[in-house]
């Protein structure tokens, strides 16, 4: 069973707006993180944000924020103020940390952002 | 401070031939992965190895697939007998055990099988 979905294949955003891509995810563990990764044409993932299963709190960095909605088993990614570099592909992944050595990622298709000047 | 780095950056090779990649970690790192990316799709798990031991393999590892850390640095993923559904892009991930939330990826080895 799928366990991280991304329902947006591509999206457009213009410069300097705020663009929010949608990342739900399928769970029995209580303990988990989930997490958001860049992928520009180079290929090299980047991590940009992780939010803990425990966490009361919505995690943000710099211009990245999750807003988690745990009841509705969502992670969504807002990116503020788009700039060009931003242009990429972003993936949605979750780790389950019910089995203590398991650190695996479950990676989403991904969302391809174009930030259009 | 290096991060991750995988060599080559591109392999192609005819089916039928067996390919080697290497992936060397971040140097403080004990937690190496290897996971495999499809065009269009998001990375896959393969294998995982803490320290030398290899702690888990995906059913997407098949026999002609091999993966070592002899030393609990760099590591090595065997692809024997390709075939073209083995091309992808490779990508190797490391992590310590200070902070297990991060996963460092390198750039990818990319994989053409003709």
């Known amino acids: 069973a799928q366990k991280i979905t991304q329902t947006q294949p591509g999206m457009f955003v213009q410069e300097k707006e705020a663009v929010t891509l949608d990342c739900t995810y399928d769970t029995s563990d209580q303990s988990y993180g989930l997490f958001w990764y860049k992928q520009p044409s180079s290929g090299e993932m980047i991590f940009l944000i992780y939010?803990?299963?425990?966490?009361?709190q919505n995690a943000t960095e710099g211009r990245y924020s999750l807003n988690f909605q745990k009841a509705r088993k969502s992670a969504n990614l807002v990116i503020s103020a788009s700039q060009l570099g931003d242009s990429a592909m972003y993936f949605c992944?979750?780790?389950?940390?019910?089995?203590?050595?398991?650190?695996?990622?479950?990676f989403g298709a991904g969302t391809t952002v174009t930030v259009r000047a | 401070d290096t991060g991750v780095s995988q060599d080559p950056r591109h392999k192609i090779t005819k089916r039928g031939q067996n390919v080697t990649f290497r992936c060397d970690p971040i140097?403080?790192?004990?937690?190496l992965y290897w996971y495999r990316q499809t065009l269009g799709q998001g990375p896959e798990f393969l294998t995982y190895f803490q320290n030398e031991a290899q702690l888990e393999k995906s059913r997407l590892l098949s026999d002609r697939f091999s993966a070592e850390r002899p030393k609990g640095s760099f590591s090595t993923l065997e692809i024997q007998r390709t075939e073209q559904g083995d091309s992808a892009m490779y990508l190797c991930?490391?992590?310590?055990?200070?902070?297990?939330?991060?996963?460092?990826f390198g750039p990818g080895t990319r994989l053409t099988v003709t």
């Open positions: 939010q803990g299963s425990y966490d009361e």
């Open positions: 992944a979750m780790r389950e940390t019910s089995r203590s050595n398991d650190y695996k990622l479950s």
């Open positions: 991930a490391s992590s310590s055990g200070a902070n297990v939330y991060e996963q460092y």
């Open positions: 140097s403080e790192h004990n937690r």
